[in-house]
């Protein structure tokens, strides 16, 4: 049996958005800048997709731009916001456990001469909202927190952050990056007080190379690519029509019974983790335990963090490889360099916690059965490794 979780590093794209994308590059494949049938042709592709997006997020769909993927989108809002708003201030807040697309980002404006905090986490990757009121300044510019963290999955809570954020300052920008979150969770950026929102196609079944930033109809927003124009001059270069119309689609399908399909997922994330963590040597990370029941319903439905204390983490990933069981050894969004995790170290792991920690990634694909041949496969080689290590 093959099982892949590691859904957080990417998904397999939806057959249906194959078939559309594979229709626009055999057949409709016009430049939608054209004036003749074939760029128009190409263009209704594009404005469908825009709509899709624009429904799923209920925003205007004039509010929708779409970029290469989540790291483009991030740089966008932190950069292009921060330039276009610099009556506001020169301070910029955001999280020690953000996506490098955000942490490196705000790096370089600190290298631009803007002054950034970074805001702590609990236990289980939560930041403390009195924290962030005692950091915010007159002159913040920009607040960017993620929705969802991408190695254990916790939820920070967004609207909160918003009303915070917007009290202190109604000039102020909140950012949030949801290429975790989105599609696992239910988000609508004006309810929630978000001026800047981005999503990634490759985590939602659609293909990698392709993305969405959402502006705010009142952010005053600069881009950072200059060339034909397109997009309103926000991004220029020739429209990437298959992926555009591959991520509206994908959009709506995954947006389309959302509700059942989280509680299908955190049925199935409950049950793994009551499971793996009887396991001698298994620590589930960022998941409360509460009367010997792990408290699923304020994390993510598909993100589960796991340490086996005494293995190492890339021993184990390519065991379990062995029996065609794909996961993930923290985040891939980086290079394949071994680096200390910042969102277990910030959350007051130590090393050998660090150094054990496995990701498992759901998706809708996955199905109890194999979950089952998960533990299955575990039960035998955590044991089996364990008496190779020195005690």
């Known amino acids: 049996m093959e099982v892949y979780l590691d859904n957080s590093a990417t998904t397999r794209v939806y057959p249906e958005v194959v078939e559309l994308i594979s229709k626009i590059m055999l057949e409709d494949y016009g430049n939608p800048s054209s004036v003749h049938m074939k760029g128009v042709d190409a263009e209704r592709y594009v404005v469908e997709a825009t ?4 429904a ?10 779409f970029t290469s993927g989540g790291t483009e989108s991030d740089n966008t809002a932190l950069i292009g916001a921060v330039m276009a708003n610099k009556r506001t201030g020169n301070h ?4 020690k456990v953000e996506h490098p697309a955000i942490l490196n980002t705000v790096k370089y404006l600190e290298e631009q ?7 702590n986490v609990d236990e289980y990757g939560v930041i403390s909202l009195e924290e962030l009121k005692s950091k915010l300044r007159p002159d913040t510019v920009l607040v960017s927190v993620m929705h969802t963290n991408n190695e254990v999955g916790s939820l920070q809570p967004i609207s909160e952050i918003s009303k915070i954020v917007k009290a202190n300052n109604p000039a102020t920008l909140f950012h949030v ?4 979150g989105f599609g696992k969770a239910e988000i609508y950026p004006k309810k929630q007080g978000i001026d800047l929102l981005s999503i990634s196609g490759h985590k939602i079944h659609a293909p990698k190379g392709v993305g969405i930033l959402y502006i705010g109809e009142k952010v005053k927003i600069k881009p950072i ?17 298959p992926g555009i119309a591959g991520i509206g689609l994908a959009v709506k399908m995954i947006t389309s019974g959302l509700k059942e399909e989280c509680v299908r997922l955190r049925d199935l994330k409950k049950y793994f983790l009551s499971e793996v963590s009887k396991i001698d040597c298994a620590d589930v990370n960022g998941c409360r335990l509460e009367n010997g029941e792990y408290i699923v319903d304020d994390t993510a439905p598909h993100i589960m963090n796991v340490s086996f204390l005494g293995l190492r983490s890339e021993v ?45 990634s759901m998706s809708c694909f996955t199905t109890k059965e ?3 041949y998960v533990l299955d496969v575990l039960r035998e080689i955590v044991p089996f490794y364990s008496r190779f290590t020195r005690k």
């Open 177 to 180: 990056d949801a290429v975790q």
């Open 370 to 372: 194999e979950l089952d």
């Open 56 to 65: 799923a997020l209920k925003v205007n769909e004039k509010e929708i731009l």
């Open 113 to 119: 001469g803007y002054e950034a905090d970074y805001l």
């Open 316 to 360: 184990l990933l390519h065991a379990l490889e062995d029996k065609g069981i794909y996961v993930s050894a923290g985040s891939a969004c980086s290079s394949h360099s071994k680096k200390e995790s910042s969102t277990l170290k910030s959350m007051g792991k130590d090393m050998p916690h660090m150094d054990s920690a496995l990701r498992f």
């Open 51 to 54: 709509k899709q997006v624009a």
């Open 225 to 241: 690519t200059y060339g034909g124009g397109q997009q309103k001059g926000m991004r220029s270069g020739t429209v990437n029509t």
């Open 92 to 95: 910029i807040i955001t999280t």
